[in-house]
DNA sequence: ACATATTCCTGGGGGC
DNA sequence: TGCCCCCAGGAATATG
């Protein structure tokens, strides 16, 4: 699924094809999950300039010249790839986009994806609901965000968009074993030694998996309809029952906040 | 201000 | 081989 480092990767590609493009046409296969809905939203973008493609969290942003912009939330099963012009639309595409002399799909099986035009009013307020971008801050700032509330528990706190942006389930359990640190654990139980670990292990799981173009464990591809590598380097991760890279125990899963999750009960405490 | 439950959805896996 | 049931999960929303 696509968390931080898969939606980076995706903005790299397309920022590099895109930027300075006009936006010729929009094809809409399937609606319900834009606004506006249905042409409106076609003709609210047709003709829009792409100044670049931006990315705040998890969520692609293709900025125009004029302020105006689309957000794209994958979700869980979304696809945003470049095709050519001869494509066939499948049976879980969209929409099609004709950008400049490039044609884009948005495609997305489970259907849980939105696409969204925003003023530039609109988006700035989207965006003012997230917290800080973990790769865009220092390691010690980053470890001061899982202070407080002391009685919620670690992986929560990862998860949380407004705690931190762009991590989800992927990276939260493999920071959280290069850390050591059990999922369960109350912030208020985390040491200062803890959050800093903690921080250095988010902030080095996303570079890792930005270099290695995310992890396709599931449905993810890039722009270019690539897997991710980082799925070869996963420690945890849908490893249940496999043996620790580490120490040989096999690997746990458990729920918590709603989540599957995975640790290894002899590494994490 | 926290946790927990529910909702959206489809493909795939387990059970028989 | 083929049902049926259940489950994955981001995040919005409702409820405790």
Known sequence: MPELPEVETIRRQLNAKLKNQTIKSVRILKTGRETPHGQAFAKAVTGKKIKMIDRRAKLLIWRFTDGSSVTIHLKLTGRVILVDKKYQP???????????????????????????????????????????????????????????????????????????????????????????????????????????????????VLKQAIELKGTSSQDYLDAYGQEGKFEKVLRVYQRKGLPCKVCGTPIVRTVVAQRGTHYCPNCQK
């Open 90 to 204: 499948g049976k879980h595409d969209r929409m099609v986009f004709e950008i400049g002399p490039y044609h884009l799909v948005w495609s997305d099986m489970r259907q849980f994806g939105t696409i969204n035009f925003l003023s530039s009013e609109a988006l700035k307020k989207k965006l003012s609901e997230y917290g800080p971008e973990p790769l865009e801050i220092k390691s010690e700032q980053l470890a001061a965000l899982f202070k407080s509330p002391k009685t919620r528990n670690v992986k929560s706190a990862l998860l949380n968009q407004e705690v931190l942006a762009g991590v989800g389930n992927i990276y939260a359990d493999e920071a959280l074993f290069r850390s050591k640190i059990r999922p369960t654990r109350k912030l208020g139980s985390l040491t200062a030694d803890d959050r800093l670990k903690l921080a250095k292990a988010v902030q080095e």
